[in-house]
């Protein structure tokens, strides 16, 4: 079993999920316990108005310097196009940066056809901030009209988190990569969209780029830039379907999961549905999840035999989480779940690749009926170690980590349930003191189309999923089809969570009659 000092204890959340590894783990919590966390304590406090949907978690600093004074810093990005810096404790607006300006006819890329991220594509991942360097790493879509002509274009930022402005100049994102016939295929800014968490690691900025749904799946690829974050100079380029087989995307999105890194910088990410002929030697890896060194060359894959080429159930609707070191033989373990029915377990220093006939060769496979969107948290204290998925449309559920032999096993589940689409869990803990293990997620609407059902807010005892600490409401999200993923950020005492043009903040104390304000631009 893991002690919770192996995992770096903070209450800054810079990154997706808290750390690379991407546990979603806040073991620094003092103030939410179990005994704390109820509806005559804790409740909505504050409203924080934006721009635009946030689709993106918000990043928490603590005690950081902005405008000559030392504040705990909420970082929010929009689909608008917008990030804010707001004082966590007091609402304050501390500075707003957009990137769009409509009277440029500049604007943030319309949703298009897809149904998933409405009405405008700006902001989705979310973006990492380097507290050394003091910069926050976004990239934003954007969509300029002149004339009859349309262009898109993806740039990358480093934002000063002192002032939002730029502390080196952006870079638009462009890559190409060589084909097996000798063709070149270049990055399509308009088909092309950054969804997965940014990554920074050892001194690199990682982005990960998908499709529209799979429109012009016979154009589109998967891509993983790499960027010097002092300077922004791109060093890598990777692309995941460079065989021509008349089918491509093999995309990255994992429903805004974070791509993850290891300790020794090794990128891990899944793929979604695409081509494949890695095995025997090719270079197309849909549906796969790949290992990455520092330069984007593959390291390891893994495929699941049993899944078609190009069926709809992608693996990679579900992100890669990296364990924490665990006992045993197999030390360095990660897993990953999505459409095609099943938790992997795998080694991630020999994953697996593919065995065209099976059985797969990983640590477990545990199967299940339903889908996974996003993937999942861990939390680890003295009755266990789990890994936390919401198996959709159905519970968010516990499985118990065992090493010897390697294996999950289903321990507890909510009786609350997570609509198709499910959710990305968080955790937050005192360290393994009892009493102090917090499961967050956010419950959405049914997906019917159209609905007022707020959205709401639900912890659970970290040991025991179906022992429900509280549930409240928190605002109705505008395109329920579009079953965003709003992970709930934990730090200092308050949960922070995004919404349609708003995000939420859950503290312990009497309910603040404020409705907090920030600067609004219309498309």
């Known amino acids: 079993m ?9 209450v800054d959340v810079l990154t997706f999920h808290n750390d690379s590894l991407r546990t979603g783990w806040n073991s620094a919590e003092t103030r939410l316990t179990q005994a704390t966390v109820s509806s005559s304590q804790f409740g909505v406090r504050a409203t924080l108005a934006v721009d635009g949907n946030v689709y993106a978690q918000p990043l928490y600093v603590h005690g950081a310097m902005i405008l000559g004074a030392t504040h705990n810093v909420l970082i929010v990005a929009t689909e ?39 009405p405008w594509v700006g902001i989705s991942s979310t973006p990492a901030i380097d507290r050394a360097t003091q910069r926050i790493y976004v990239v934003a ?17 480093a934002l ?22 000798g063709s070149r295929v270049r990055f399509d800014q308009t088909l092309d969209r950054n969804r997965p968490g940014l990554l920074l690691s ?33 060093v890598a380029v990777f692309n995941t379907t460079t065989d021509v087989a008349r089918i491509y995307l093999a995309t990255l999105w994992q429903s805004t999961y974070g791509l993850a890194a290891d300790q020794n910088g090794s990128v891990y990410f ?31 894959y893994f495929r699941p035999y049993y899944l078609p080429i190009q069926s709809d159930d992608d693996l990679g609707s579900g992100g890669v989480m990296l364990l924490p070191p665990q006992p045993g033989s197999f030390p360095n373990e990660a897993v990953v779940a999505g459409k095609h029915g099943a938790i992997e377990l795998m080694d991630r220093d020999h994953l697996g690749e593919y065995t065209p006939s099976g059985p797969d060769h990983v640590l477990f496979e545990l199967p299940y009926p339903g889908s996974v969107y996003g993937g999942p948290a861990y939390f680890a204290d003295a009755l266990g170690t789990f890994v936390y998925y919401a198996i959709g449309p159905e519970s968010l559920q516990a499985y118990a980590l065992t090493t010897s032999p390697p294996a999950l096993t289903l321990s507890s589940l909510t009786a609350t349930e997570f609509p198709f689409g499910g ?13 102090t293990g917090i499961v967050w997620a956010v419950v959405r609407a049914r997906y019917t189309g159209p609905s007022s059902t707020p959205l709401m807010l639900a912890a659970f005892d970290a040991d025991d999923l179906s022992r429900q600490l509280f549930a409240g409401p928190f605002g109705v999200w505008q395109n329920p089809q ?33 409705l907090f304000s920030a600067p609004r631009r219309s498309q």
């Open 160 to 181: 000063s988190l002192a002032t939002g402005q730029d502390a080196v100049p952006p870079v638009l994102i462009t890559g190409s990569a060589r084909l097996s016939d």
């Open 202 to 234: 050892r001194g690199n900025v990682y982005v990960g780029m998908g499709s529209n749904c799979d429109d012009d799946g016979d154009a589109v690829h998967g891509w993983v830039f790499a960027y010097r974050a002092r300077s922004l100079k791109r």
């Open 270 to 300: 899944a793929t979604g549905n695409g081509a494949f002929d890695a095995y025997p030697s090719g270079n197309n890896y849909g549906d796969s999840v790949l290992r990455l060194s520092e330069t984007l060359r593959v390291q390891d």
């Open 423 to 435: 959710t990305i869990p968080s955790v937050s803990s005192n360290g393994t003191r009892p009493g």
């Open 2 to 10: 893991l002690i919770a000092t192996l995992l770096l204890a903070t």
């Open 80 to 118: 608008n196009d917008s990030v804010y810096a707001f004082d966590a404790d007091t609402g304050a607006t501390l500075w707003h940066t957009s990137f769009i300006d409509p009277t440029r006819g500049i604007t943030a890329a319309p949703g298009g056809t897809c149904k998933q991220i409405q």
């Open 141 to 157: 879509k954007t969509e300029r009209t002149a004339g009859s002509k349309v262009i898109d274009a993806n740039t990358l930022h």
């Open 482 to 514: 579009g079953f965003p993923m709003l992970t709930p950020t934990i730090a200092d005492g308050k949960v922070f969570v995004g919404g349609s043009a708003t995000v939420t903040v859950f503290a312990l104390g009497v309910r603040s009659s404020r």
